[in-house]
């Protein structure tokens, strides 16, 4: 390699997220920092390929099965799917496939039951839209049923029925010199909308607690926790819970607090942990590891190249199937 590609090499490696799912045998409602031990962990698979990985682990019981909705990424074309990964009671995994894959990257794939069906709402910024999913035979058969217009350009989407209505947790993303988040909420009379937004947006700002990290849950009191990503530190760095005591059309207050980090038991995945979701009485995390390597650096590179090309087939696409003026 010549000094125009890497050197000085120290000052040219990029560093790149390599993440790992894990079901923790304890409910959301109750888990606590302790209960981060190697007794009440479950990991799932890592997928094949040195930087690959699994991220945002949503789940849900179906006939006595955990069915486990994840991004697969690979920084070979730095875009992400989803897949599901089922095990029984006894956590045997039974079945591993992807279930959803678009042009562009597809990640936090966001599950509710409801009305008597099973929705998705997988973050696609990329996209330009927010696309609410729903099952034809669960878990798989996806289609898209409806886009939830005004929160096109929003990331990890979280969804809550709460008091007669439904609710959306969503962050914008500021880039740039100053990197900021925003949270968002919005809120609709059904899933399919129309869906407003709300009027103290954005409700919070900063990187301590704007972004979901995973499932809202109501208290026994009526407050709303909802997990929120704490990056002020790191991107992913740990997960916050954000306490919502007054959610209404014209009202949001809320205060945080530290909830769960990164712990010696998920050892060398320790540079940051940025989902928490719930299912059942078991609960679904992700955690980190930090590489920094000329093979992670040259990956990343050839996945840039992968995605300019795939940006470029798509503005061709778009161009050529635009009518004639």
């Known amino acids: 390699m010549n000094g125009t590609f890497f050197g000085p090499v120290g000052n040219m490696l990029r560093s790149i997220d390599i993440w790992h799912c894990a079901i923790v045998k304890k409910a959301a409602h109750e888990l606590r920092q302790e209960d981060l031990v190697p007794e009440n962990l479950v990991w799932l698979p890592r997928p094949d390929g040195s930087f690959a990985f699994r991220a945002d682990p949503f789940g849900l019981w179906h006939e006595g099965r955990l069915h486990c909705f994840v991004e697969r990424f690979d920084y070979r074309d730095l875009k992400g799917c989803i897949e599901l990964l089922v ?6 995994l ?22 008597g069906q099973v929705w998705m709402l997988p973050e696609a910024r990329r996209s330009g839209e927010l696309t609410l999913y729903r099952a034809r035979a669960f878990p798989r058969g996806w289609e898209p049923v409806a886009k939830i217009t ?45 869906w407003w937004p709300h009027p103290m947006n954005p409700v919070r700002t900063g990187l301590a607690n704007t972004r979901p990290a995973g499932s809202p849950i109501v208290q026994d009191d009526g407050t709303i926790a909802l997990p929120v990503q704490d990056g002020s530190r790191t991107y992913g760095g740990a997960v916050r819970r954000l306490r919502i005591a007054s959610l209404t059309d014209s009202q949001f207050e809320a205060i945080d607090s530290d909830w769960l980090a990164p712990a010696p038991a998920l050892d060398p995945f320790v540079g940051g942990l940025h989902t928490v979701s719930a299912a059942g009485e078991v609960s679904l995390i992700d955690c980190k590891f930090v590489d920094r390597s000329i093979p992670g650096t040259l990956t990343w590179r050839l996945g840039r190249m992968a995605e300019r090309r795939r940006t470029r087939a798509a503005r061709k696409a778009l161009r050529f199937s635009s009518p004639l003026m």
């Open 150 to 194: 005004g929160a096109g350009h929003g990331v990890d989407g979280t969804l809550l029925f709460h008091e007669g209505r439904w609710w959306l947790f969503y962050a914008i993303v500021r880039r740039g010199r100053d990197p900021a988040s925003e949270l968002h909420v919005a809120f609709a009379d059904s899933l399919a909308g129309p």
């Open 94 to 115: 039974l079945e591993k496939e992807v279930v959803l894959s678009r042009p562009w990257h597809l990640s936090y794939p966001f599950i509710v039951r409801a009305e």
């Open 87 to 92: 095990y029984d009671a006894q956590w045997n």
